[in-house]
């Protein structure tokens, strides 16, 4: 066979290759070729570490004495954070970016930088038939939470954004924020509204946790839950059971975000224990999300942060004593990637290096939605 020949069959094989592929342009302006997926997602679990970065992971790692459910991830990759208006992204337009693939200014929800509205994967989702759900360990009108349910180019503009809960059909939210609903300074009770609208309104967490059908909002705090130190308890990993056992009676299929906020506050402190008891507690909502993929074909559960905060350095520790000194250059947000690890059905779409408004590219075209 003459050099000649070998050319031509490896061009015409790699044309075969390349017409059997997606080509899709990522944030960077790279070709990237895709192979399209061979089935459809029908859920997908979606947990946000608020301003979780590698070292709060690591020192996680570190102090624990039993292995954290990140080790379980084979598909990890790294997404970049900065906002349409700064290199260093506040909770609002990285919340946006996830939610909706766009980027938008800091301090704004759910819209565009000139403030029109975009429309959210659990908008998407609920449009397609699948049921929706949100949990956080914040009040569920704080930023993230608000990215994938609210448009508002103010994100402290709670009451505004607790109307926009009254817009959609979202099936479950678990969080605090009751006083943002009940006790409003324009008068308005949210709380009649959503009971009208067929909704299990609850406050107490046992009854939350018994409840496994229907609609349900779920107020565990008239505005943000406390610390998981100073007795906020097993509240995340039950709301997410929870969450899920609702949720998996829709026979298309479901999406659901859990958000374990208060990572982020331990970095805005600059307290390691409170970041690392956060960060412990996230984790078993993160096994809740992956005991429910093992029983459930179809199921993707994609774990991921915001942005990191802090800028949390480890300086020192020890494996054998499960301890880690830290230290932080900033009390706010800070720049650098944060990971993305995935496991289930999809999962391989998750690795490598992207952009954070490309999570939503992947959860849209997995789950086959136009």
Known sequence: MTRTTILIISALLFAGFNSCQNKTTDSAGEKQTTAAPSHKVENIILLIGDGMGLTQISAGMTVSKEPLAFRKFKHIGLQTTNSASDYITDSGASGTALATGQKTKNGMIGVDSNKNNLTSILEIAE????????????????ATPAAFIAHNPVRYDYEGIALDFLRTEIDVFIGGGYKSFAEREDGKNLIDSLRKDNYQVMRDLER????????????????????????????????????????????????????????????????????????MDFNNAVEKALDFARKNENTLVI????????????????????????????????????????????????????????????????YGFE
């Open 127 to 142: 449009k397609n038939g699948l049921a929706t759900g949100l949990v956080s360990t914040s009040s569920i009108v704080h």
């Open 208 to 279: 939350i946790k018994n409840t496994t059908s229907g609609k349900l909002a779920g107020f565990t705090a008239e505005k943000h839950n406390p610390k998981f130190s100073e007795g906020r308890g097993n509240m995340l990993p039950v709301a997410t059971e929870t969450a899920l056992n609702i949720l998996d009676n829709n026979e298309k299929g479901f999406f659901l975000m859990i958000e374990g906020s208060q990572i982020d506050w331990g970095g805005h402190d600059n307290d390691a224990d409170y970041i690392l008891s956060e960060l």
């Open 303 to 366: 774990v991921t942060a915001d942005h990191e905060c802090g800028g949390m350095a480890i300086t020192g520790g020890s494996l054998e004593e499960h301890t880690i000194e830290a230290a932080f250059p900033t009390d706010y947000h800070t720049p650098v990637m944060v990971p993305v690890f995935a496991k289930g059905s999809g999962a391989e779409y998750f690795q490598g290096i992207y952009d954070n408004t490309d999570l939503f590219k992947k959860m849209k075209l997995l």
